[in-house]
């Protein structure tokens, strides 16, 4: 199936394929059985694959948050910490040619999708090799090869731009799906409802993906949203919404393979919540004072990464030294992309005008903040 | 050569490049049942069916970022707002999303697409249906913002705008609409980002854009036939990129200037204009540079008030006879 070949795409391009499976208990009649009745339909490999991009991103977030405080990296810096399992699960869903539309929390999808970590780790760093080239940063990832069709730093502006891209796929009678994400607070915003609207009205294949993860900065679902059960809000442009636990790689996988397929076969859109935490802050040098104790605790406790290493454990699809090597794979990999963001060169600044305009033109200005006019 | 409207030079040109290329098509609010709010697009739904020209809700940052994703994935969508006005409701979409995506990206994508939009003022719209806000688009580097003002222009930059890669405003006139004019059969080719002299003098330069360039012509050849007066009228065509060079050759053989702008004179167009001059025929001015621009107010419904606000012939005719008469250059 093409989902499995995009999965082990971007497994291969993200980790060392040799190790890949070391820990999954091979031979064991038993334990395939017992996957099987806690997860039904996925194997044993694709699992420990759900986990061990898992586990990476988690420790990629990580040494961004750290090349953050070092200043290795500038500007905003928003983590997918928590949401792990919500990334893995969505992309899983994905052809290598749908397309992909997120906001700027975006740096796990984009090596969900495909991309190396290196990449996207220079990004952060602000390298010539970066996603962008260096012109990006954390929320303005873009990939070409692997349908990655940007993180935007504005709320609501990915949302008009994904419901472009599905058009054109209709236009051309094609049989690409986009995915649309976005956060929770992006569905009180004009362009969500707008666009919305016209996918529904025109049919077009698009999944809308909310990432409730009950926070929009510091402010709560309940305090932002009149209906705060989000995925409801698809009734009003009679498109189909649902509701799923963000914190469970399989259900996320389950609900949004149905939706995307639907879209796909059927031109329909729909919208998909899925509900998770967010482990830290709205940004890295966010410490989060304003939420309660209790949040924090329920955020921790329903952490996505150790609850499916325990699962995948209990279930005999891993034991404790797979997990550990699956986690040390994942370590060396974050390690490995932060190395290759260092040692990247930085973008040479006479490329300052080399982005301006696709096609060149008269009288385009080229100077220097200190040049004169004439 | 045929002698037609700017109105029909659009809708022509348009059809032609649909004609030409699949990707093209149009987007907008009433363009297809209703023919346009100016009827710049009359008949081409029946042509061309719902796929090419197509109505949209009325929601300007939807279906203007909607046009946007599509041109990302090489569509030539064509959007059409309905006025300039209603395009601020579009505008993050244009600034934030059309103008960005290329450079942000690291010139991984481009935005091939057109946004077509009438602004001015002079029907009695009021104020907010009047304004002339292209500066809006002409600050934001990535956009391309064209203004022409005669048929032969609106064809030949449009086409230049369909075939272009990067996002374009095209800016229109409500007051141009109706204007006629000679274009030929093969579209001359006119390039974004040249201003053009249209017409060569040595007295004074009136620099002008979309409706306030035509006004500037009339005031030219007015001048000469009653007063002898050698007035070069300087078309910007492109207000980004802007043709410094081209107003400051002109300047420095007149050694005057009148700028003739619709919006409003603060931060305005003519502004930049004025600074251009500045940094590039300073030493060649032998008065200050002149603006003919709005009132600074914003425009009102009553007729003898909206006269009073705008621009005219005669604003414009009295402003060049006073920048001759401080170079003692009439006879």
Redesign the interface.
């Known amino acids: 199936m093409a989902e499995t070949a995009t999965r082990s795409k971007s497994a291969s391009s993200s980790g060392s394929s040799k190790t890949r499976r070391a820990g999954t208990r091979s031979g064991g009649n038993r334990s395939q059985r017992r996957a099987s009745e806690v997860f039904p339909g996925e194997s044993p490999q694709t699992l420990c694959d759900y986990y061990r991009q898992m586990a990476l991103i988690r420790r990629f977030e990580e040494r961004a948050a750290q090349g953050y405080t070092q200043a290795k990296i500038g500007g905003y810096c928003h983590l997918n910490l928590g949401e792990e399992a919500t990334v893995v699960g969505l992309m899983s869903t994905l052809r290598s040619d749908d397309?992909l539309?997120t906001n700027y929390r975006e740096h796990g999808y984009a090596i969900a999708k495909g991309i190396e970590p290196g990449r996207v780790m220079a990004e952060l760093y602000g390298r010539s090799t970066?996603t962008?080239?260096?012109?990006?940063g954390s929320m303005?990832m873009?990939?070409?090869e692997s349908g990655l069709?940007?993180g935007?730093g504005?709320v609501?502006?990915q949302?008009?731009?994904?419901?472009?891209?599905?058009?054109?796929?209709d236009?051309r009678s094609g049989d690409q799906v986009v995915m649309c994400q976005m956060g929770d607070g992006t569905t009180n915003i004009?362009?969500f409802h707008?666009?919305l609207?016209?996918a529904a009205?025109w049919n077009l294949p698009v999944v809308f993906v909310v990432v409730n993860n009950h926070l929009g900065m510091g402010t709560t679902v309940d305090k932002s949203s009149a209906e705060s059960e989000l995925y409801k809000r698809a009734v009003a442009y009679r498109m189909h919404g649902e509701r799923v636990d963000g914190n469970d790689v399989v259900a996320v996988r389950e609900a949004s393979s149905r939706l995307v397929e639907r879209a796909r076969e059927t031109g329909q859109p729909a919208m998909l919540e899925t509900v998770s935490h967010r482990l830290k802050g709205h940004s890295v040098v966010d410490p989060g004072k304003y939420r309660s104790q209790e949040s924090v605790e329920a955020a921790r406790e329903a952490d996505p990464v150790a609850a499916f290493r325990a699962q995948l454990i209990s279930a005999e699809v891993l034991d404790e030294d797979g997990a550990v090597e699956i986690e040390r794979q994942a370590e060396a990999s974050a390690d490995a992309a932060v190395a290759f963001a260092d040692d990247s060169p930085h973008p040479n600044p006479e490329t300052l005008f080399?982005?301006?305009?696709?096609?060149p033109?008269?009288?385009?200005?080229r100077r220097l903040p200190a040049d004169?006019?004439? | 050569m045929a002698v037609i409207t700017y109105r029909q030079a659009l809708h022509d040109t348009l059809r032609e490049e649909m004609l030409v290329d699949e990707d093209v098509?149009l987007i907008g609010e009433e363009i297809g049942v209703f023919e346009g709010s100016y009827k710049i697009t009359a008949g081409l739904l029946d042509e061309f069916g719902e796929?090419r020209v197509r109505d949209?809700?009325i929601?300007e940052?939807?279906?203007?970022?909607?046009?946007?994703?599509?041109?990302?994935?090489?569509?030539r969508p064509v959007a059409e707002l309905m006025t300039i006005n209603f395009s601020l409701i579009a505008l993050?979409?244009i600034v934030?999303?059309a103008a960005k995506?290329?450079?942000?990206?690291?010139?991984?994508?481009?935005?091939?697409m057109v946004m077509r939009t009438p602004g001015g003022g002079g029907q009695q719209l009021g104020a907010t249906h009047s304004q002339n806000i292209e500066l809006y688009y002409a600050f934001v580097?990535?956009l391309?913002v064209v203004a022409p003002s005669t048929p032969a222009d609106a064809r030949s930059l449009l086409l230049a705008s369909i075939r272009?890669?990067?996002p374009v405003l095209f800016l229109e006139n409500l007051s141009l609409y109706n204007t006629k004019g000679e274009v030929p059969e093969q579209a001359e080719q006119v390039?974004?980002?040249?201003a053009a002299v249209t017409r060569p003098g040595s007295d004074v330069t009136i620099i002008g854009y979309s409706r306030m360039a035509t006004v500037a012509q009339q005031v030219a050849e007015k001048l000469a036939d009653e007063e002898g007066i050698s007035a070069e009228v300087v078309d910007l065509r492109?207000l980004r990129?802007?043709?410094?060079?081209t107003l400051?050759q002109s300047v420095r053989k007149t050694g005057c200037a009148v700028i003739a702008e619709d919006d409003w004179l603060t931060y305005g167009i003519g502004a930049e204009v004025a600074?251009?001059l500045s940094?590039?025929a300073f030493d060649y001015l032998d008065v200050p540079v002149r603006r003919v621009a709005a009132a600074e107010v914003p425009l009102p419904y009553a007729k003898p008030l909206e006269r009073a606000a705008l621009p005219s012939a005669d604003s414009l005719t009295t402003a060049v006879r006073e920048t001759l008469d401080a170079v003692g250059r009439r006879r």
């Open positions: 397309y539309f970066g962008s080239k260096g012109w990006g303005h873009f990939d070409v069709l940007g935007y504005i609501g502006g949302v008009p731009l994904a419901t472009g891209a599905a058009l054109a796929i236009y004009g362009s707008e666009s609207n016209i009205l080399d982005y301006t305009y696709a096609t033109v008269a009288n385009d200005s004169p006019v004439f | 098509f796929k949209t809700p929601a940052e939807g279906f203007v970022g909607a046009a946007v994703g599509a041109a990302m994935l090489g569509l993050d979409q934030n999303h995506i290329y450079g942000m990206f690291g010139g991984q994508c481009s935005v091939p580097p990535g391309k272009d890669n990067d390039e974004i980002g040249k492109s990129p802007l043709d410094r060079d400051v600074a251009s940094d590039g």
